[in-house]
Structure formats: structure tokens, C-alpha cells
């Protein structure tokens, strides 16, 4: 298709309401006035010789509305299929495009010029770096940092994910990136609304004192001069030291005493936040921070920070917030607890401490995650009859000379919540033992249990025993997965049992999400 000058060759499918795009395939004519730029960037330039201060002012206004018509009716008329597309679907069908393909659009018509510059086309940006250079890739340092001087002012949403650098000069490079990133972003004064740095793993020795001071000065500087409109913060997997930790989080309560209440944080991920080693739950100024951030509903933590001093922050943070305001403040909502074998987990907490914060948040849903933890005592511990409990996530691997049993979680520990438990993941090795019987009875005294995950050793007539437990009790339990593990490579014959049992069911409630296959676990 001839587009203005400019052969493209879209390849474009309809589903629905959907549009989606492979790819462009672009002709440009060697002519002056256009940009020729690399096909390996990662980059659109918003910017054109021809385009006028003025007229740049214009097209990439804060609104979000088309164009209007009068600007659109010469090209219109000029051109029939693409050009004559209205532009919100222009910008929904731009949205599915990499910065490759955004570019060579970018430089089809006049048309298209103006609707790749609408902001919300820029509002989301996801970046991983590696540190590693490219023979055919613009550097990772050019490409974030152009972005941001470009589109950050209309950049919301911005995820960072990291690959921890094994070597000194990917953490050094690494370390340029981030800083030079974030200055810029604070220069720019970026509207980000919901940031999240995923698995910086500070604590890893690539990264020298020197880069870790650095990288952390950095991104304090961020919170408390360019964080004026954050409302959600994942810093999932730094591995801070104690030190470092406390200061970030003394910048988010700082920024966050500054505005409140015109903005607030109301989600906030920490999983992996404190290096492994540490012993969190034993120093109060993390609890301490937690209190200034007024207005938190969504809270993901390690279970090392857990103590009956944090569930006290999060109790009377919110009383204080209503006897204060004029208004309610938003109780908590979500508490997210990851807990895992390499973290501290030993720690006591009381029953009591649950049942207070619970009753200062009505409607509190407690998720819980436990790795690798297979003691029973210390899951007992863990898991608090006063805990409103309803998600429990377990992965635990162990072999047959190990002195553990599956069987007092599903049959004493688990069942405590049969009020209260929606979700249930269980990933067990338990070659050794069967815990078909204890599993269906769980299921079966679990009133509010909607969807069920489980990967394990079982018999096959377990499937047709659960079905038929969904069909006849549980009508709230919607989606069921179910893996059986099987110790033969050779798994035809317990594909044939399942599929003659599963063959008496060919009508299930059309509401019922089921799968269950065989295995082989290596």
C-alpha cells in the first residue's frame, strides 16, 4: 500500500474489537525533510525539522483526545483504507507496536505523525537491563535515558527489571544506566503514578559498596524529589543492607508526609527488600516507617519482617487516619507474605496481634506463600488460627529419608481457615506418602474454596473423587489444576485411566474451568 509518498506493507489480523500488527514493512524515499534513522534503535524521536515549536505544543498537549476534525479533513480526503482510520483506533492499534515499528509509522503521513504523539501512547514503559553491550542494539544507558528526556513528562507507569550482574563492569554499567535514568526522570519532572524496580539483588558481590551507595543515593533522591504522585512502589527482590533499606523507606514516608493528602501510596511491595541474612522483624524502624505511610491497601512483605510490632503499625495507623480526618481512611485490603526457607521465619508472633489488625480492617485478605518450609512446628507458628487467611500457596520438596509429613497441614493446620480460605496452590514431593484422603477432605470442609491448584502424587480415581465433590458440594469452586506426578517416564497407562474417567464428564457446568494430566516427575 503507497501511503503519502511511503510504501508499507502492514500485516494487520482483526479478532473482535482487537487489532494485531506483526509488523511494518517500510519504503521510505531518499528525500529531505526525513529523519533517516536506524532500524536497530529503540527510540521513536518525537521530534521533526519540519515540526514548529508551536505546532509541537499543539499535537502533544496533556489531553487525550482525537484530533480534531478540521486538522484531519485534507488527509482524509486524500487517502482511503489507514489514513481515513479514526484515530483512537490508530492509537489502539499503536499501543501493540515496538519502538522499531512505532518509528517507521511515525514517519508514514502527517496523519500518523500527530496521532503517535498522543501522551497516552507513552504512558507505560517497561525497560530490562542487562548491562551487556550489543553489536546491534543501541546501548541500554542511550536508549532509557533518550526516552525519559523525550516522553517522560507523560510517563505513569515505569517497570525496571534487572538481571543481577554476575561481573563488576555489568554492575558498574548497570549502576550508569539507573542513575542517569532517574536524574533525568526527576530533571523532567515525570508524572509516574506506580514505579517498580524488580531484582536488583544488591547484595550480590558484583555489586561493590561504592556502586550500592551510589544506586541508593540515587533512587532517595528520586523519592523524595520526583516521587509527587507515586501510588504504587514495588522494589521487589533489592536485597538491601539494614542501613540502605531504612533510608529508602525514610524517603517514601518523608515524600509521602509532603503531599499527603493530595496523593498517597495505597500499594506497596517489599518481597525480597532486605537481604536474606537479615534478621528484620528485630529492628523497629521498619514498623516505624510503615505508620507514615498513611494510607497503604495493598502490602506485600517477607515473613523476616513480620512481628507483632508491624501489625500494631498497620492497626493503629488507620485508627489514628479516622479520628484524625474528615473522612475514613482506606483500611488495609491486602497483606502479602512470602516466606521461604532461606529468610528468617522463626519468629513468634501472636495470635492476638492477627485478631487486632483484622478487626481494624474489615474485609482484610490475607495471601500467604511458603517455600521449602517443611517443619511442622514452625508452619504451626506460621500459621495462626487468627490469621484471616484466604490464600495459601506452598512449594515443598522433600525426599523420603526426610522426617516430614504433608499430612498435619492438610489435616489440622489448613482446615482452621475453612471459613475464610479461597485459594489453595500445593506443590508436593510426596512420593512416599499418600495424601489423597486428606486432600478431598480439605476440600470438602473448605465452604469459601474457589479455585484449587495441586501438583503432587496422587491415584488417579482422586480426579474422578474431587469432581464429583465440586458437583455435589462445592459449587463455588470454579477452577480446579490438577498435576499428577508419576516416577515412570512412561506415563500412557495413567493417561488412559484419566481419560476413561474424564470421559464419563463431558458435562461439566460451563462455569467450571477443570484440567488435570499426568507428570513424570524428575
Known amino acids: 500500500m503507497s501511503h503519502c509518498g511511503v510504501t508499507i506493507e502492514p500485516y494487520l489480523t ?178 509516574l503514578r506506580s514505579l517498580s524496580i524488580v531484582r536488583l539483588d544488591l547484595s550480590r558481590p558484583a555489586w561493590t559498596l561504592v556502586l550500592r551507595n551510589s544506586l541508593v543515593n540515587c533512587l532517595v533522591d528520586f523519592l523524595r524529589r520526583g516521587a509527587s504522585k507515586l501510588t504504587s512502589v514495588s522494589l521487589n527482590g533489592m536485597r ?17 508526609r509532603r503531599i499527603y493528602p493530595r496523593c498517597y501510596v495505597s500499594s506497596l511491595d517489599l518481597v525480597g527488600f532486605f537481604s536474606s541474612a537479615l534478621h528484620v522483624y528485630h529492628d523497629s524502624s521498619v514498623p516505624s516507617a510503615l505508620r507514615h505511610l498513611q494510607d497503604l491497601t495493598h502490602v506485600s512483605l517477607s515473613y523476616s519482617c513480620l512481628s507483632d510490632e508491624l501489625l500494631m503499625a498497620l492497626q493503629q495507623k488507620h485508627r489514628r487516619w479516622r479520628r484524625n480526618s474528615s473522612r475514613d481512611g482506606n483500611p488495609l485490603q491486602t497483606f502479602s507474605l512470602y516466606c521461604t526457607l532461606n529468610e528468617s521465619h522463626r519468629q513468634v508472633v501472636c495470635g492476638e496481634s492477627w485478631a487486632a489488625l483484622a478487626s481494624s480492617s474489615p474485609g482484610l485478605k490475607v495471601k500467604l506463600t511458603v517455600d521449602q518450609v517443611i517443619n511442622t512446628d514452625r508452619l504451626a507458628r506460621i500459621l495462626q488460627r487468627e490469621i484471616p487467611l484466604t490464600e495459601y500457596s506452598m512449594t515443598a520438596f522433600y525426599s523420603p529419608d526426610e522426617d516430614w509429613s504433608a499430612k498435619p497441614l492438610l489435616c489440622n493446620l489448613l482446615p482452621q481457615y475453612r471459613r475464610s480460605l479461597q485459594y489453595l496452590t500445593l506443590d508436593l514431593s510426596n512420593c512416599s506418602e499418600s495424601l489423597d484422603e486428606g486432600l478431598l477432605d480439605l476440600v470438602k470442609v473448605c465452604e469459601r474454596l474457589e479455585q484449587l491448584r495441586v501438583w503432587a502424587f496422587l491415584e488417579i480415581r ?36 484419566l481419560e476413561e474417567i474424564l470421559s464419563s464428564y463431558l458435562h461439566l457446568p460451563p462455569e467450571l474451568e477443570f484440567l488435570a494430566i499426568v507428570y513424570p516427575f524428575v
Open 14 to 191: 482483526f479478532c473482535g474489537s482487537f487489532f494485531y500488527i506483526s509488523h511494518f514493512t517500510v519504503g521510505l524515499p531518499v528525500a529531505s525533510g526525513i529523519i533517516q534513522t536506524k532500524m536497530g534503535e529503540e527510540f521513536v524521536s518525537m521530534h521533526r525539522e519540519e515540526s514548529t515549536e508551536e505546532g509541537t505544543k499543539e499535537e502533544m498537549g496533556e489531553d487525550d483526545s482525537d484530533l480534531s476534525d478540521e486538522a484531519c479533513a485534507s488527509c482524509s480526503r486524500k487517502v482511503n483504507g489507514w489514513g481515513s482510520l479514526p484515530d483512537v483506533c490508530l492509537r489502539h492499534v499503536f499501543r501493540f507496536l515496538p519502538d522499531c515499528d512505532r518509528r517507521s509509522a511515525d514517519m508514514v503521513c502527517r496523519h500518523w505523525h500527530s496521532v503517535m504523539r498522543s501522551p497516552s501512547l507513552w504512558r507505560s514503559r517497561f525497560f530490562h537491563f542487562s548491562g551487556r553491550l550489543s553489536k546491534f542494539r543501541q546501548s541500554e544507558n542511550c536508549s532509557a535515558v533518550t526516552y525519559a528526556r523525550h516522553l517522560g513528562v507523560y510517563l505513569e507507569r515505569l517497570e525496571v527489571c534487572v538481571c543481577p550482574p554476575r561481573k563488576f563492569l555489568i554492575a558498574q554499567r548497570l549502576q550508569q544506566t539507573i542513575c542517569r535514568l532517574f536524574a533525568e526522570l526527576t530533571r523532567v519532572r515525570a508524572p
Open 240 to 256: 538491601n543492607s539494614m542501613q540502605q533499606g531504612l533510608e529508602l523507606l525514610s524517603a517514601l514516608s518523608h515524600s509521602q
Open 462 to 497: 482422586t480426579v474422578e473423587r474431587l469432581l464429583h465433590i465440586r458437583l455435589t458440594q462445592r459449587s463455588l469452586l470454579n477452577k480446579i489444576r490438577v498435576r499428577i506426578y508419576s516416577v515412570n517416564d512412561n506415563t500412557e497407562e495413567q493417561e488412559d485411566q
